[in-house]
């Protein structure tokens, strides 16, 4: 051992504040409570449980909301020398059935109310079929325990098997001394997160211990964590394990608000309670911002509720409604690649004598480098033997690439993936964007989604915000579809205020009133809502199938 190196590991975090703060609350969840101390001895049990059932590196696969079983067992699998892979509780059975198969899980958590998605995947055979299940009931759901003590007394009858309760599972854990929370090698797998999969099989994605380390810290920094601090978790821990805030949150020795669903009503009963910070994707800026019972935070006797948003561009209009009622709104940009956020907005002090559409366009920049990572680069693209700045004029598109600390060990079983997305020495986002003479990058498009329009480049990002700034429209993504004479054109899907009248002519006189013409959308289709995924990114290859039918009739 070295006196003056440690290996990194954000597990390090909790055998602190359970040490410093043992009588702090750790986790709120409905009804639950529990102290630093008593979250430090539940990932200790779980972790000892685990250590029976599972060989180092191991993947362990988690199928549940926010519930604090899930948040437990960031520190807990790891700690037993295992790798967390936490799902997307909106997966279809083939999809996780692909997930448990191919990250080759030997254990699967489930909470209850998604069993039926478990059966699911083990109506479809194979490998998937056999991982045992350890049944995670919820106290806050009604029910929930007489439910997986059925399950699991059913599986014991009918000869099935495979199904055991989580209050079981802990107390069969082998009495001992505590595992030691520190690891000997910092670049070991901690978890392995599988990406959204727009474009294809989703990949997984490798962390490491050194990684989430370094990644908690500066979103510690960044979001100004201490002990005062109320976390509620809108954003899924599933998502680049939250961008690492399970662990952030921890080291500030924070309080964790759990959530089992984004609804407008518990959300707002927890902002009146006095959460500090939340984070999530521009669908949950929504949610708070178009609320009934939204209404200004200033007198709630609590310090004033920031929110960090990321996986799409937030529009400056919802940027400019939160500010009305007192929310400050950070953001951040990134990718699960990259643990999560990368960038992030910081604000300038010359900003406050803008306009407030002036200031919030500024806000709804990506921004630069976050402490724990290196400043982003815009290269130009189609040159990967040599990596070429563009210009910094705010007007040069670009591809956005990042490197340092916080960038994935690579993708798990895929080493040609992984070359690909590390060429030059830097990782490759598929991301377009511009590099503005302050050194601020701003997200244009995704490569495969900007509009290609009588040989001009059309921002669907920048349409989608100026359909956005309309007061009758909640929501809109814009797309390019083919067309004989430009090449493409861009078409718009909109989802209107409820009660809303606007037509499409009026909407695309507002459009044509802040961009150029060629820019404005050739159709606008009217929607009840835009297909996303879990984490608000717009599934736009769904809204290009339906454009394509609608053409078709």
């Excluded at 500066?218 to 899924?236: I, M, N, S, V």
């Excluded at 604000?347 to 920049?365: I, P």
């Amino acid at each position: 051992m070295q006196a003056n190196y440690s290996a990194l590991s954000p597990l390090r975090f909790l055998e602190r504040s359970a040490a410093v703060f043992p009588a702090r609350t750790a986790i709120e969840h409905g009804a639950r409570r529990y102290t630093y101390a008593e979250f430090g001895a539940e990932a200790q049990r779980l972790a000892q449980a685990l250590r029976a059932r599972i060989q180092p590196g191991d993947r362990v696969a988690f199928l549940a909301p926010n519930v604090p079983e899930l948040l437990i067992a960031h520190f807990a699998v790891p700690l037993a020398g295992g790798v967390l892979v936490a799902l997307n509780t909106r997966l279809a059975a083939h999809e996780v059935k692909y997930i448990l198969e191919h990250s080759e899980a030997v254990l699967l958590f489930a909470d209850t109310e998604l069993l039926p998605t478990v059966d699911g995947v083990a109506g479809l055979g194979g490998p998937a079929a056999e991982v045992p299940v350890v049944v995670v009931p919820d106290a806050e759901v009604p029910g929930a325990h007489e439910e997986a003590a059925g399950v699991v007394r059913r599986a014991g009858e009918d000869g099935s098997g495979g199904r055991e309760l989580y209050a079981d599972l802990l107390a069969g854990a082998p009495d001992g001394p505590d595992l030691p929370w520190g690891v000997d090698d910092e670049q070991a797998p901690i978890t392995l997160n599988y990406t959204s999969g727009t474009t294809g099989r989703p990949k997984g994605v490798l962390y490491s211990h050194r990684g989430a380390y370094l990644n908690a810290l500066g979103e510690a920094h960044h979001q100004g964590f201490d002990g005062a601090t109320r976390y509620l978790w809108t954003l899924p821990m599933f998502h680049c394990n939250g961008w690492c805030t399970p662990w952030a949150v921890t080291v500030a020795a924070g309080t964790h608000v759990c959530l089992r669903a984004v609804r407008p009503e518990p959300v707002w009963a927890a902002l009146d309670d006095g959460v500090t910070h939340l984070c999530g994707a521009p669908t949950v800026c929504s949610i708070i911002a178009d609320a009934e019972q939204a209404h200004p935070l200033s007198g709630r006797g609590a310090a004033p509720l920031r929110i960090t948003t990321a996986g799409a561009p937030p529009s400056p209009t919802i940027i400019r409604r939160l500010g009305d009622l007192g929310v400050r709104v950070v953001h951040v940009y990134g990718l699960t690649e990259v643990y999560g956020p990368y960038t992030i907005c910081e604000y300038q002090d010359a900003w406050g004598a803008l306009d407030a559409d002036e200031r919030a366009a500024r806000l709804s920049r990506q921004g630069v480098g976050m402490v724990q990572a290196e400043a982003a680069r815009i290269v130009e693209v189609g040159t990967p033997g040599e990596l070429r700045d563009v210009p910094a004029d705010g007007a040069t598109l670009g591809e956005i690439v990042l490197r340092g600390n916080n960038v994935m060990l690579g993708y798990f079983k895929d080493p040609d993936a992984t070359e690909r997305a590390f060429a030059g020495g830097w990782f490759h986002t598929g991301d377009l964007g511009v590099m503005h003479p302050d050194g601020y990058i701003q997200l244009k498009d995704r490569a495969k989604d900007i509009v290609i329009s009588g040989g001009e480049n059309i921002s669907t990002i920048e349409v989608e915000q100026a359909v956005v700034s309309h007061p009758d429209v909640l929501d809109a993504a814009v797309i390019g579809m083919p067309d004989p004479r430009w090449g493409e054109r861009p078409v718009a899907f909109v989802v209107r205020a409820s009660g809303s009248a606007l037509t499409a002519e009026e909407l695309s006189g507002h459009v044509r009133g802040l961009l150029a013409g060629f820019k404005v959308p050739r159709e606008i289709h009217f929607t009840d809502e835009l297909p996303k995924t879990s984490t608000g990114k717009t599934l736009k290859h769904e809204l290009r199938a339906l454009a394509a039918a609608e053409g078709a009739r």
